[in-house]
């Protein structure tokens, strides 16, 4: 083997080079102690790794962590808008507008007007009367009638003089034409469509004809949902609540139905925020508390002051109808909130509590009245307590609605015991003392009063009506009448007119 170094340049010979260029291997040093690498029979091992796509170099970076990002929004296209935008409350007006004619209707002949005189007439039982047009704005003023009645259908407000009417007819001649002071009570029940809502609206229209003052609360639930302002009243234990706004709505609908009280000049002093005249009329003084809700409930509290005087020949005074529909809402608790943040009970607002005093018996009206009320089974809560002292009230004033067949009834026959047939109230439910102390004294003439289905004669001078009007376009014969009569449930007057007039095949 030659020098790996030439003599005459000291250059490295090919040889030497070639030798330098090869790579060591470098030995590391093997530890027994450790364990060689695992064996795996995993499927994924046996195949290459996935080609990975070429990154696109026209995409952004992908933000490290902590770096900020951008986002750019694209400006969206102004959208043209046809027309005048909706006015706040306008969308609500349109829904609870309430139509009273419809001139597409025919007009039928020989149809008798509402009055004091038809309301009595037995002859009239069976027929469809008109409701005068002085009358019918009262009504609309009080919000007597409802969205879902069909008033829209006819040419002019009409309603059916059915047995319950007679009898209520029968009963405002008798407390006008013979100057009672005695108040009458009743609490209207019934299946649903069964026309309570309209029977408060036939004795509103009575009390109208006969010259009485009405005041109406046309639903219940306005007053327990939330729906309006409430605050405590100062110097009240326990604390009482007030609704400002409602209440000088509820003075302006008094004003405005009642042109009675422009008749009417207030006869004593009261402490007002504001002054008054010495001989202010009672619908000045209504409209007064309507303008501003700050002194509603001091002005609507005047007004029943000089309302509940008893009569003299200087300052005369006539009989009351209170009505309000839709009870089980006020037999709750509300949506309502004390500063305890707890809910607020519907007996300690005030305009309900001073309903229910004279609902109750615990209060009379002086000069005579009445206080009727119904409830609603469309649209109710469930409130168990009152549902069950209607039921014994109902039970104790008609025997034919008694429990005639009971499970216990063969063994207290065997044992010779007698049973009530009354339902009684069940020791393990906790019941709402504050409504059965409502309807605790049977003796202060709460009468509860149910509603049942037409008869036949009823059904039919309702489809002749109907017919005459043009919305039933069939002939009104004994087969027709007893199929529709049959199909609503037995003369419901609501499903009666859902067959006979809304349907459409």
């Known amino acids: 083997m030659g020098p790996g170094t030439c003599w005459r340049c000291l250059a490295p010979t090919r040889e030497a080079a070639n030798i330098q260029a090869r790579p060591r291997l470098r030995v590391l040093p093997f530890n027994l102690s450790q364990s060689t690498a695992s064996i795996s029979t995993t499927a994924g091992l046996s195949y290459p790794p996935p080609k990975l796509s070429r990154p696109n170099p026209l995409a952004p970076a992908t933000p490290f962590r902590g770096a900020k990002k951008i986002f750019i929004k694209k400006k969206k296209k102004d959208v043209e808008t046809k027309g005048r935008p909706v006015a706040p409350g306008e969308r609500k007006a349109f829904r609870k507008r309430i139509v009273l004619s419809n001139t597409n209707a025919l007009e039928v002949t020989g149809m008798r007007d509402l009055s004091a005189e038809t309301m009595v007439d037995e002859n009239t039982r069976g027929k469809v009367v008109g409701i005068p047009g002085l009358v019918v704005d009262q009504l609309r003023a009080i919000e007597a009638f409802k969205v879902s009645q069909g008033w829209g259908y006819f040419r002019r407000p009409g309603t059916l003089v059915r047995e319950e009417t007679v009898q209520y007819g029968h009963l405002f001649q008798k407390m006008s034409d013979q100057h009672e002071n005695a108040t009458v009570r009743r609490v209207l029940v019934g299946e649903r469509a069964s026309g309570k809502s309209t029977l408060l609206l036939q004795a509103m229209s009575m009390a109208f004809v006969r010259q009485w003052v009405v005041i109406n609360i046309p639903e219940a639930q306005d007053l327990s949902i939330g729906h309006t302002e409430y605050g405590p009243l100062p110097g009240t234990s326990p604390t009482q609540y007030i609704q400002k706004v409602y209440l000088a709505s ?22 007002l925020p504001i002054p ?53 809402h006020i037999m709750k608790s509300t949506a309502y909130l004390s500063a305890q943040l707890t809910a607020i009970h519907a007996h300690d607002l005030t305009l309900v509590k001073w309903f229910l005093d004279y609902l109750s018996g615990f209060r009379a009206l002086p000069n005579g009245g009445m206080v009727l009320v119904a409830t609603s089974e469309s649209n109710h809560p469930r409130v168990e307590t009152l549902r069950l002292r209607l039921v014994q009230l109902e039970a104790l004033q008609d025997p034919s609605r008694r429990i005639l067949h009971s499970a216990i009834q063969p063994f207290l026959d065997a044992t010779g015991q007698e049973h009530s047939q009354i339902p009684q109230l069940d020791p393990f439910v906790n ?17 509860v009063q149910r509603l049942k289905g037409l008869n036949m004669e009823e059904a039919r001078g309702l489809m002749e009506y109907w017919a005459k009007s043009g919305m039933m376009r069939a002939k009104v014969s004994e087969g027709l009448v007893g199929e529709k009569w049959t199909l609503s449930g037995g003369g419901l007057v609501g499903e009666l007119e859902k067959g006979c007039v809304r349907l459409r095949v």
Do not use: C
């Open 276 to 328: 008054l005249q010495p001989n202010i009329s009672l619908d000045r003084l209504a409209l007064l508390g309507a303008s501003d809700p700050e002194i509603s409930h001091a002005i609507f509290m005047a007004l029943w002051v000089e309302l509940t005087t008893p009569s003299t020949p200087e300052h005369p005074r006539p009989k009351i109808l209170l009505t309000l529909d839709g009870l089980a």
């Open 250 to 271: 509820l003075l302006s609908r008094i004003a405005r139905a009642n042109p009675l009280l422009s008749t009417l000049q207030i006869s004593q002093s009261h402490s």
């Open 431 to 447: 019941y709402d003392e504050r409504v059965l102390d409502t309807f605790k004294d049977e003796e202060k003439g709460i009468k």
